[in-house]
């Protein structure tokens, strides 16, 4: 069967509820001659008459008295459907958010960007994943809310993108260490044992390839595979790491910081969701906050 004309309910609607073809018409901005052809279609989709003349006027029948409130209540709904969304009540929110990061945004921006959650939205739960790669499946099929991480080649197109702020990498040594007095060089630096990063067990990244420029290379003594254990290995020994500088503020306390001697390029940390979140007031909301915190960092 074809589906039916759902605009005629609120024609049927307008009829039932001015008992008239002409206030019907009225009511809808339409012309008496296409409102009498609507009731027409009326009658032939339900097979009942639904008004009939009775002295000057028109009455409804038993099966129109019978759709009235029904038919209302059909044309209320699809107008609070369509109506656009009500302003967001973040007091009495209750949503819980899975937002997927690697283990240095959360160490440096979780708990701030959970105490501002809480004083705004109490009802609101995050929920954080490690973020293994960057594929945007689960962006995709809805089990990740938000994504934080390097845009990567593997992004989807479709996805939406907002750089939250720019990051370099520093080379990070125990209190003490022999590279933290005097210039470091950049043959000074690749003299010393170092700690590679990769979730992917890779050796060689962009550091090395700094220092192949020069004509230099690093003795890569470890390879681990994040940026927390790279700095707890370099705080009880004499191993050399390179790391995000703003996302491991806190992890670096009581360690020796200094700039690569070598040029690396800036890493730009963003967050990417779904399209069929960018209009979702909650989640438009959380995109703020995170955004708000990264900021105030």
């Not at 074809?2 to 605009?7: H, K, V």
């Not at 520093?170 to 005097?182: E, N, T």
């Not at 000074?188 to 962009?206: F, L, T, W």
């Not at 220092?211 to 009880?236: M, P």
Request: aromatic share 4%; proline share 5%.
């Amino acid at each position: 069967m074809p589906s039916p004309d759902l605009n005629l309910l609120f024609t049927l609607d307008a009829l039932l509820a001015e008992g008239s073809v002409a206030g019907a018409a009225s009511r809808l901005g339409l012309s008496p001659s296409a409102m009498s052809r609507s009731l027409a279609r009326l009658r032939e989709t339900t097979g009942d008459p639904l008004l009939v003349r009775a002295g000057r006027g028109l009455v409804p029948t038993p099966r129109a008295v019978e759709l009235r409130e029904r038919v209302s209540q059909l044309v209320q709904d699809a107008e609070a459907v369509l109506r656009p969304t009500e302003k967001l009540n973040l007091k009495q929110l209750v949503r819980t958010f899975t937002v997927r990061a690697r283990e240095g945004f959360v160490e440096n921006f979780g708990a701030d960007l959970i105490a501002r959650i809480i004083a705004q939205a109490p009802g609101v739960r995050l929920r954080f994943v490690s973020k293994d790669d960057k594929e945007s499946t689960a962006l995709r099929d809805a089990s990740v809310d938000l994504d934080i991480g390097v845009v990567g080649a593997a992004a989807s197109p479709e996805v939406r993108t907002r750089a939250l702020f720019k990051d370099r990498f520093v080379s990070v040594v125990r209190a003490g260490h022999a590279l933290s007095r005097g210039k470091v060089t950049a043959t000074r630096y690749a003299a010393g044992r170092h700690i590679s990063v990769s979730r992917r067990g890779h050796e060689k990244g962009p550091v090395d390839q700094a220092l192949g420029s020069l004509g230099l290379t690093r003795d890569i003594a470890t390879i681990v595979g994040s940026f927390a254990s790279a700095l707890a290995l370099a705080g009880d020994s004499d191993l050399i790491a390179s790391v995000p500088e703003r996302q491991t503020g806190r992890l670096r306390a009581g360690m020796h910081s200094f700039a690569l001697p070598v040029p690396a390029p800036a890493i730009t940390i963003a967050m990417l969701w779904h399209p069929r979140l960018d209009a979702d007031l909650a989640h438009r909301w959380l995109r703020g906050v995170v955004t708000d915190t990264c900021a105030a960092h």
